[in-house]
């Protein structure tokens, strides 16, 4: 089964500093790879969603990439604020709408 | 309703005892999710449900695990013999299988506590 990798486990920076999280999944059939925000005592809340037939994405301050051939997607949030510390999932399905599996989680704390 | 919602919030019980969580997705999603979240982890994939019907049981655990949805809205997940490995937040999520939009739609969660 698909198996993914979340990295780093935890992420503290600055305001105003860029944070990236990287994840690899070992699926090929996998297409289809959201980004999750998680707040104590929540659910996760979808961020941003791509594709494989979509290199880049891009909303806002947040960017998602998709490297197919490497297996490998990075979550890229910048001009940092306080409202960005949670914890972030990155997860890989073979569809949109199947069964997700997740990565370990990134804990990210935005210092002021 | 605007979200989904999860009840109980929190759910003590005893070992051995039986528990049902239940799950009122957002109204027109055809698709709904279970997932188990324990302390650290990603959500783990339990079932997912296409109307009424389970789509994809393969991630249930063992047979004391089972999960409905008689008309294809609220869902029941239901713990037989519990044990204390169980504890853990199920998570339900719904999504609207239709047009470009598959993200899926969290609750809260249940936290479930065996002692």
């Known amino acids: 089964g698909e198996n993914v990798e979340q990295h780093p486990s935890t992420l503290s920076v600055q305001e105003g500093d860029s944070a990236v999280i990287k994840c690899t999944y070992s699926?090929?059939?996998?297409?289809?790879f959201p980004w999750y925000k998680q707040e104590l005592g929540k659910g996760p809340q979808l961020i941003i969603d791509i594709r494989s037939n979509v290199g880049e994405k891009k909303d806002q301050r947040i960017a998602v990439t998709l490297n197919k051939t490497a297996k490998h997607f990075s979550l890229h949030i910048t001009e940092t604020q306080p409202e960005d510390s949670a914890v972030y999932f990155c997860a890989a399905s073979r569809a949109a709408g199947n069964k997700l599996t997740f990565g370990g989680g990134t804990r990210v704390l935005v210092k002021p | 309703g605007a979200g989904v919602s999860q009840t109980p919030s929190n759910k003590v019980t005893e070992k051995g005892k039986y528990v049902e969580l239940r799950c009122d997705p957002i109204?027109?999603?055809?698709?709904l999710y279970w997932y188990r979240q324990s302390l650290g982890q990603g959500p783990e994939f339990l079932i997912y449900f296409q109307g009424t019907g389970a789509a994809d049981d393969s991630g249930l655990p063992n047979d004391r695990f089972f999960a409905v949805r008689p008309e294809g809205s609220v869902s029941t997940l239901k713990i037989q013999r519990t044990e204390r490995g169980d504890s853990a937040v199920y998570l339900c999520?719904?999504?609207?299988?239709?047009?470009?939009?598959?993200?899926?739609?969290f609750g809260s969660g249940t936290r479930l506590t065996v002692v």
């Open positions: 699926d090929s059939a996998s297409n289809y």
């Open positions: 109204s027109g999603h055809t698709a």
């Open positions: 999520a719904s999504s609207y299988h239709g047009g470009g939009n598959y993200g899926y739609t």
